[in-house]
């Protein structure tokens, strides 16, 4: 489904991303994880077609180059970022700015804008499935919510708009067992054989919930190592030195 | 890129025609151009009016003679030729207007290109409307349904006729003619606008509202509108308008006058659309307009009002805060773009015990524009347990425009609790980025972003209105990605 | 007949000394003067304050005085170099700069001959002799005041305390600073304004040049007596990088006008205005502050707090320009004013005037009465009604004495302010 070759991003002249490589396919979860600084959320912004860098390289969802696309095109070709810092939009509800959100993505193509009724039966039907307050959904987008009210409006967003890649950047941090549950649970009902994960996360737990089937550490702006949920382990009992300490010895 | 860039943007707005740009080929009788005792004269008799409706406007147009044009800091304009001007242009029917089927085709299909077919209003919407086409109104539909309830709406000339007495008593007590310049001119020169009045403990049942035009060019609009809610009664009124484009500047200073007496409510509502100029900055109209009201006891008058036009603007709908238990309300949003100049805000005079006002302001700035927000909050030595809270905020689209906040806040009294915010900001670009991640562009992204941006303040409008004032911010924003 | 009074105000201020000053800020001034009228209140600026009381006063000549004993004007446990003005003339006896180092600290009338070139380069660059009625009266007639260099990358060690005394009848004097602050140096500069007796006519201006990386703290303690009037012009400019605190604490006096202006000519700047003002019988005070924005990435800090007793007025305007260039400027400004009485006003304007769209401007603005309900609190807990009311005055005054960082100087404003609300 996404395949990323030879992805390199730059900011004011620092290289962040280096020669990144990437395979997902339909149905799987992909975890991300490495040291601060390794350019784990500037690959996720780089996915998701944010303006601020200069990248080189391939990035194909579904065999289509969307390096081209502006990030609205990309959202409707199927990408989905959950944000880490999901930004407020006063005084704009959470159902208008999805009912402009779904109904744009309708158009781009080339359907009619969704009828009220079906749209309020998707949004109460989503609500559950995500364990959402139904009063979060008439205020404004993200103003006033806490840190877990956020994530967790990302993950309801993400299953009204019903993305083919869904990339989570920490979603779980600032998270208490609770909240993490939750939106574990959310992410895991919107899996599918048709559509793929990728959770970057820094730390073990949330993979406790989501489970990976492929674990990558991103380090210097490069994929360094791959493995299974077993890694994902083998990180949170040693750190990242030993991975890192023979890279530098090179 | 395939990004919907800003050159994209700026060209969208060059084509982007002013929906309402159009003329009317009526022909209108006009009083030879100019201003002195003589046209004022020609005015006042054409309009049939009593001696002494003449002889305030002469004491007006003496007094006018003596004062000086204002001047504002950040208001720059070329200055107004006042002989240059038609000071009376009546359209001339086809034949005597006594009920709306009769009215000349050419002004139906007026009608219709403005939206407002009236045959409909009168069946679905339930809205009285009032047609002021330059300086003349034609005839008023729901009068009677109004008559029924003792509810004068109709045109001020028909007041002058019909209601003497009651226009006599509160016309220029609110607003005199000294009060400023162009309160004296329009003392003078006005031709027509709207009188209401709302009898002792009535509510009246429909939103009451007008609809502006100024078709020939040259021709200065100056109504006279006053609102009298008696005691106990409630009337929501809406104030709409729409000009056609033109590349001479036209003027308007307008009077409005509230009276809300013992525990009356009037809501007092404006979407103003005047014709803004080009992208040059050429043309426009002048809007400068003094409102104000007046409580008294236990009443309560709001002003709210979404002004996306005028090439400048200079409007400060006040409230005097006379009677105890009084309140006020100011809502408003003021967006600018291209050239337009706007200098507005409220004042806010607590003079009764126990009185509270409310002032929220969102402005909004884009292209070249200049949008000032110029407040008065005064808390006279005897307001005791006065409340104040005012929110002004600034909303900026590149930085070739410019937002300004001017509050005056005067407290002479210890107890008064008196709040005053204001903050500026800009859309922020990861807001604009979080839409475009949901799918949304960016042009629609910033329409979503005003729009909520000044919800508070269209929350506070009639429905009908909230729509068209919706759209109105969309349009007026084309172009202006900040 | 306005030119008669102009003038016969004008010729309190012929200056005695034989102060030779040729500068061209002496000739702006002069020319200025021509056509300057005293402000009124038609005007903008001087909306609400009216200076007939100083400008129909009649003045004498003051001669300089013998006073020995000034260490109730020093701030106690405070070690400080020490500049003392009495009269307007500097008091070589009573000052203490012997040991400063570092620094070039002496008389105006001196430095104009010792340092030529500093001041052709400095003097009257920032002054606003050119409109302003009294900027331009002590451009030409200043006799005297402190002319301070801080060397590059000076870190002085004791702030510098400028006491200005007066203790003749209807004195009137126009102290003139000019303070240069060289790249990366810091100092602490303390000005206060008493009197010993009678009153007096004080109006000072002071120009200050912030260099790049330079660290000013400034203080300004005005505790003349209810008879005294001042108009007070402070013009900074900011380089780069740089840091200027002022913190002005209005006592006491009779008519008290504060005019700050801060040009902020580099990126990376910071600039806090802090001010406290506690009124009462008949006394005016208005702060009018510009902080002007000129460069991005800068940021500015205001708070202004008052409490008005008797019929006092206090008067705040606080204008922020940012200009078009000025992106990413965070500019915060509040006003909070106390009427402690119905004879007592407060006008308040904080202004923004923004042409440049990425920034963070705010202001705020807020008058009231001390939270009775917050006074009933203290009093079930045993507070008296009166001890109560201190407490919340002196919590209300506390935002500002917070951000004193002489702990010494805190300490006495602390102990003046329960005196005053005892």
């Given at each position: 489904?996404?395949?990323?070759?030879n992805l390199s991003?730059?900011?004011?002249?620092?290289?962040?991303?280096k020669?990144?490589?990437l395979?997902?396919?339909?149905?799987?979860?992909?975890?991300?994880?490495?040291?601060?600084?390794?350019?784990?959320?500037?690959?996720?912004?780089v996915v998701?077609?944010?303006?601020?860098y200069?990248?080189l390289?391939?990035i194909t969802?579904?065999?289509?180059?969307i390096?081209?696309l502006?990030?609205?095109e990309?959202?409707?070709?199927?990408?989905?970022?959950a944000f880490?810092?999901?930004?407020?939009?006063?005084?704009?509800?959470?159902?208008?700015?999805?009912?402009?959100?779904?109904?744009?993505?309708?158009?781009?193509?080339?359907l009619?804008?969704?009828?009220?009724?079906?749209f309020?039966?998707?949004?109460?039907?989503?609500?559950?499935?995500v364990?959402?307050?139904?009063?979060?959904?008439?205020r404004?987008?993200?103003?006033?919510?806490?840190?877990?009210?956020?994530?967790?409006?990302?993950?309801?967003?993400?299953?009204?708009?019903n993305?083919?890649?869904?990339?989570?950047?920490?979603t779980?941090?600032?998270?208490?067992i609770?909240?993490?549950?939750?939106v574990a649970n959310?992410?895991?009902?919107l899996?599918s054989?048709?559509?793929?994960?990728i959770?970057?996360?820094?730390y073990q737990?949330?993979?406790?919930?989501?489970?990976?089937?492929?674990?990558h550490?991103?380090?210097?702006?490069?994929?360094?190592?791959?493995?299974?949920k077993?890694?994902?382990?083998?990180?949170?009992?040693?750190?990242?030195?030993?991975?890192?300490?023979?890279?530098?010895?090179? | 890129?395939?990004?919907?860039?800003?050159?994209q943007?700026?060209k969208?707005?060059?084509?982007?025609?002013?929906?309402?740009?159009?003329?009317?080929?009526?022909e209108?009788?006009?009083?030879?151009?100019?201003l002195?005792?003589?046209?004022?004269?020609?005015?006042?008799s054409?309009?049939?009016?009593p001696n002494w409706?003449?002889?305030?406007?002469?004491?007006?147009?003496?007094?006018?003679?003596?004062?000086?044009?204002?001047?504002?800091?950040?208001?720059?304009?070329?200055k107004v030729?006042?002989?240059d001007i038609?000071?009376?242009a009546?359209?001339?029917?086809?034949?005597?207007l006594s009920?709306?089927?009769?009215v000349?085709?050419?002004?139906?299909?007026?009608?219709?290109?403005?939206?407002?077919?009236?045959?409909?209003?009168?069946?679905?919407s339930?809205?009285?409307v009032?047609?002021?086409?330059?300086?003349?109104?034609?005839?008023?539909?729901?009068?009677?349904?109004?008559?029924k309830?003792?509810?004068?709406?109709?045109?001020?000339?028909?007041?002058?006729?019909n209601?003497?007495?009651?226009?006599?008593?509160?016309?220029g007590?609110?607003?005199?003619?000294?009060?400023?310049?162009?309160a004296?001119?329009?003392?003078?020169?006005?031709t027509?606008?709207?009188?209401?009045?709302?009898?002792k403990?009535?509510?009246?049942?429909?939103?009451?509202?007008?609809?502006?035009?100024?078709?020939?060019a040259?021709t200065?609009?100056?109504?006279?509108?006053?609102?009298?809610?008696?005691?106990?009664s409630?009337?929501s009124?809406?104030?709409?308008?729409?000009?056609?484009?033109?590349?001479e500047?036209?003027?308007?200073?307008?009077v409005?006058?509230?009276?809300?007496?013992?525990?009356?409510e009037?809501?007092?509502?404006?979407?103003?659309?005047?014709?803004?100029?080009?992208?040059?900055g050429?043309?426009?109209?002048?809007?400068?307009?003094?409102?104000?009201?007046?409580?008294?006891?236990?009443?309560?008058?709001?002003?709210?009002?979404?002004?996306?036009?005028?090439?400048?603007t200079?409007?400060?709908?006040?409230?005097?805060l006379?009677?105890?238990?009084?309140?006020?309300?100011f809502?408003?949003?003021?967006?600018?773009n291209?050239?337009?100049?706007?200098?507005?805000?409220?004042?806010?005079?607590?003079?009764?015990?126990?009185t509270?006002?409310?002032?929220?302001?969102?402005?909004?700035?884009?292209g070249?524009?200049?949008?000032?927000?110029?407040?008065?909050v005064?808390?006279?030595?005897?307001?005791?347990?006065?409340r104040?809270?005012?929110?002004?905020?600034?909303?900026?689209?590149?930085?070739?425009?410019?937002?300004?906040?001017?509050?005056?806040?005067?407290?002479?009294?210890k107890?008064a609790?008196?709040?005053?915010?204001?903050?500026?900001?800009?859309?922020?670009?990861?807001?604009?980025?979080?839409?475009?991640?949901?799918?949304?562009?960016?042009?629609?992204?910033?329409?979503?972003i005003?729009?909520?941006?000044a919800?508070?303040?269209?929350?506070?409008?009639?429905?009908?209105?909230?729509?068209?004032?919706?759209?109105?911010?969309?349009?007026s924003?084309?172009?202006?990605?900040? | 007949?306005?030119?008669?009074k102009?003038?016969?105000?004008?010729?309190?201020?012929?200056?005695?000394?034989?102060?030779?000053?040729?500068s061209?800020?002496?000739?702006?001034?002069l020319?200025?003067?021509?056509?300057?009228?005293?402000?009124?209140?038609?005007e903008?600026?001087?909306?609400y304050?009216?200076?007939?009381?100083?400008?129909?006063?009649?003045?004498?000549?003051s001669?300089?005085?013998?006073v020995s004993?000034?260490?109730?004007?020093?701030?106690?446990?405070?070690?400080?170099?020490?500049?003392?003005?009495?009269?307007?003339?500097?008091?070589?006896?009573?000052?203490?700069?012997?040991k400063?180092?570092?620094?070039?600290?002496?008389?105006?009338?001196?430095?104009?001959?010792?340092?030529?070139?500093?001041?052709?380069?400095?003097?009257?660059?920032?002054?606003?002799h050119?409109?302003?009625?009294?900027?331009a009266?002590?451009?030409?007639?200043?006799?005297?005041?402190?002319?301070?260099?801080?060397q590059?990358?000076?870190?002085?060690d004791?702030?510098?305390?400028?006491i200005n005394?007066?203790?003749?009848?209807?004195?009137?004097?126009?102290?003139?600073?000019?303070?240069?602050?060289?790249?990366?140096?810091?100092v602490?500069?303390?000005?206060?304004?008493e009197?010993?007796?009678?009153?007096?006519?004080?109006?000072?201006?002071?120009?200050?040049?912030?260099?790049?990386?330079?660290?000013?703290?400034?203080y300004?303690?005005?505790?003349?007596?209810?008879?005294?009037?001042?108009?007070n012009?402070i013009d900074?400019?900011?380089?780069?990088?740089s840091?200027?605190t002022?913190?002005?604490?209005?006592?006491?006096?009779?008519?008290?006008?504060?005019?700050?202006?801060i040009?902020?000519?580099?990126?990376?700047?910071e600039?806090?205005?802090?001010?406290l003002?506690?009124?009462?019988?008949?006394?005016?005070?208005?702060n009018?502050?510009i902080?002007?924005?000129?460069?991005p990435?800068?940021?500015?800090?205001?708070?202004?707090i008052?409490?008005m007793?008797?019929?006092?007025?206090a008067v705040?305007?606080?204008?922020?320009?940012?200009?078009?260039?000025?992106?990413?400027?965070?500019?915060?400004?509040?006003?909070?004013?106390?009427?402690?009485?119905?004879?007592?006003?407060?006008y308040?304007?904080?202004?923004?005037?923004?042409?440049?769209?990425?920034?963070?401007?705010?202001?705020?603005?807020?008058t009231?009465?001390v939270?009775?309900?917050?006074?009933?609190?203290?009093?079930?807990?045993?507070?008296?009604?009166?001890?109560?009311?201190?407490?919340?005055?002196?919590?209300?005054?506390?935002?500002?004495?917070d951000?004193i960082?002489?702990?010494?100087l805190?300490?006495?404003l602390?102990?003046?302010?329960?005196?005053?609300?005892s």
């Amino acid at each position: 489904m996404l395949s990323i070759k030879n992805l390199s991003a730059s900011v004011d002249g620092t290289e962040i991303l280096k020669g990144l490589n990437l395979e997902v396919n339909a149905g799987e979860v992909h975890a991300i994880m490495g040291p601060n600084g390794s350019g784990k959320s500037t690959l996720a912004s780089v996915v998701a077609g944010k303006d601020d860098y200069e990248v080189l390289g391939e990035i194909t969802l579904n065999g289509k180059d969307i390096l081209e696309l502006a990030p609205e095109e990309r959202a409707a070709e199927g990408v989905f970022l959950a944000f880490q810092y999901p930004v407020e939009i006063p005084g704009v509800s959470n159902v208008n700015f999805l009912k402009t959100a779904v109904n744009d993505i309708r158009a781009y193509k080339g359907l009619p804008p969704m009828v009220a009724k079906d749209f309020l039966k998707m949004l109460k039907e989503k609500q559950a499935l995500v364990e959402l307050d139904k009063k979060l959904s008439s205020r404004s987008v993200n103003e006033g919510f806490s840190g877990g009210e956020k994530k967790r409006n990302e993950i309801f967003q993400m299953a009204m708009l019903n993305p083919k890649l869904a990339i989570l950047d920490e979603t779980d941090s600032g998270l208490d067992i609770d909240a993490l549950r939750i939106v574990a649970n959310g992410v895991n009902k919107l899996k599918s054989l048709d559509n793929a994960t990728i959770v970057i996360t820094h730390y073990q737990r949330l993979l406790d919930y989501i489970i990976p089937d492929f674990v990558h550490v991103l380090y210097d702006g490069k994929i360094i190592k791959s493995g299974t949920k077993e890694l994902a382990l083998e990180l949170e009992e040693k750190g990242y030195d030993w991975l890192i300490k023979p890279e530098m010895a090179q | 890129m395939g990004k919907y860039t800003e050159e994209q943007l700026e060209k969208e707005l060059e084509t982007q025609e002013y929906k309402y740009g159009f003329v009317t080929d009526i022909e209108t009788e006009k009083a030879p151009i100019g201003l002195s005792e003589d046209i004022i004269r020609l005015i006042s008799s054409k309009k049939n009016e009593p001696n002494w409706l003449l002889e305030y406007r002469l004491k007006a147009y003496n007094a006018w003679l003596t004062m000086k044009e204002p001047e504002w800091a950040h208001v720059n304009y070329p200055k107004v030729n006042f002989q240059d001007i038609y000071y009376y242009a009546a359209p001339k029917p086809k034949k005597q207007l006594s009920s709306l089927d009769e009215v000349d085709s050419e002004l139906l299909e007026m009608y219709d290109k403005l939206g407002i077919s009236i045959d409909e209003q009168k069946k679905l919407s339930n809205v009285a409307v009032d047609i002021v086409m330059d300086s003349v109104s034609v005839k008023t539909t729901f009068q009677d349904t109004l008559a029924k309830l003792g509810i004068i709406f109709g045109s001020f000339s028909d007041a002058v006729q019909n209601h003497p007495e009651l226009v006599k008593k509160y016309m220029g007590t609110i607003v005199p003619y000294t009060d400023n310049y162009y309160a004296a001119l329009n003392a003078a020169v006005f031709t027509d606008g709207s009188f209401c009045y709302i009898p002792k403990g009535v509510k009246c049942p429909m939103e009451l509202s007008t609809y502006f035009r100024i078709n020939e060019a040259q021709t200065g609009q100056f109504e006279r509108t006053l609102v009298v809610a008696d005691q106990g009664s409630y009337v929501s009124y809406l104030e709409g308008c729409t000009a056609p484009m033109r590349d001479e500047n036209q003027l308007h200073a307008a009077v409005v006058e509230l009276i809300a007496l013992d525990d009356a409510e009037i809501k007092y509502s404006t979407v103003q659309n005047w014709y803004p100029g080009d992208k040059e900055g050429k043309g426009g109209i002048y809007n400068f307009v003094t409102k104000r009201g007046l409580c008294e006891k236990n009443a309560k008058i709001s002003w709210t009002q979404v002004e996306t036009g005028s090439a400048v603007t200079w409007k400060y709908p006040s409230c005097i805060l006379k009677g105890d238990n009084s309140v006020g309300e100011f809502y408003s949003v003021a967006v600018t773009n291209n050239f337009q100049q706007a200098d507005t805000g409220t004042k806010m005079l607590h003079l009764g015990k126990n009185t509270k006002s409310t002032i929220i302001s969102k402005g909004v700035s884009a292209g070249g524009s200049q949008n000032s927000y110029r407040g008065l909050v005064k808390i006279n030595k005897n307001a005791t347990n006065a409340r104040n809270f005012s929110q002004c905020d600034s909303l900026l689209m590149g930085n070739k425009c410019g937002a300004h906040t001017f509050p005056y806040i005067e407290v002479d009294n210890k107890s008064a609790k008196v709040e005053h915010e204001a903050t500026t900001s800009k859309i922020g670009e990861d807001q604009i980025f979080y839409c475009n991640q949901r799918g949304i562009d960016t042009e629609s992204a910033i329409k979503l972003i005003v729009n909520g941006y000044a919800k508070d303040v269209l929350n506070k409008l009639p429905m009908e209105f909230a729509v068209e004032a919706q759209k109105l911010l969309a349009i007026s924003l084309e172009g202006s990605v900040g | 007949m306005l030119e008669d009074k102009k003038q016969t105000f004008l010729a309190n201020f012929v200056a005695k000394t034989a102060d030779k000053d040729s500068s061209l800020a002496k000739q702006e001034a002069l020319k200025a003067l021509e056509n300057l009228e005293f402000p009124t209140t038609r005007e903008e600026y001087w909306k609400y304050t009216r200076v007939g009381k100083i400008t129909n006063a009649n003045y004498s000549q003051s001669p300089s005085f013998n006073v020995s004993d000034i260490s109730r004007y020093l701030v106690e446990g405070l070690e400080a170099y020490i500049v003392v003005f009495v009269n307007g003339f500097f008091s070589e006896e009573l000052s203490d700069i012997s040991k400063a180092k570092g620094i070039t600290i002496c008389p105006i009338a001196k430095a104009r001959k010792e340092y030529v070139d500093q001041f052709e380069q400095y003097f009257g660059g920032l002054s606003k002799h050119e409109s302003q009625f009294f900027s331009a009266v002590n451009t030409v007639y200043n006799t005297n005041g402190v002319y301070l260099n801080i060397q590059k990358n000076s870190l002085v060690d004791k702030p510098i305390h400028m006491i200005n005394l007066t203790d003749a009848e209807n004195a009137a004097y126009n102290p003139r600073n000019l303070f240069v602050v060289e790249e990366n140096a810091e100092v602490t500069i303390i000005n206060s304004y008493e009197t010993v007796s009678g009153s007096s006519f004080t109006n000072s201006t002071t120009e200050i040049y912030v260099k790049e990386g330079a660290n000013v703290d400034s203080y300004i303690l005005q505790n003349q007596s209810e008879t005294s009037n001042q108009v007070n012009e402070i013009d900074v400019v900011q380089k780069a990088n740089s840091t200027y605190t002022a913190n002005t604490v209005t006592l006491n006096g009779g008519l008290v006008r504060n005019n700050y202006n801060i040009e902020v000519k580099g990126q990376g700047c910071e600039t806090n205005l802090y001010g406290l003002y506690l009124t009462s019988g008949n006394q005016h005070i208005d702060n009018h502050t510009i902080v002007d924005h000129i460069e991005p990435n800068c940021e500015s800090n205001e708070v202004y707090i008052g409490v008005m007793d008797d019929a006092s007025t206090a008067v705040f305007n606080g204008k922020v320009f940012v200009r078009s260039e000025a992106q990413k400027t965070n500019a915060y400004q509040q006003n909070k004013n106390m009427l402690l009485t119905d004879n007592a006003s407060a006008y308040s304007k904080p202004e923004l005037e923004i042409y440049a769209d990425d920034v963070k401007c705010s202001h705020g603005s807020t008058t009231g009465q001390v939270d009775e309900e917050a006074i009933f609190y203290l009093q079930t807990r045993g507070v008296s009604e009166v001890s109560a009311r201190k407490m919340m005055i002196r919590a209300f005054a506390n935002e500002i004495l917070d951000n004193i960082k002489i702990d010494a100087l805190r300490d006495i404003l602390e102990s003046k302010i329960d005196e005053r609300f005892s």
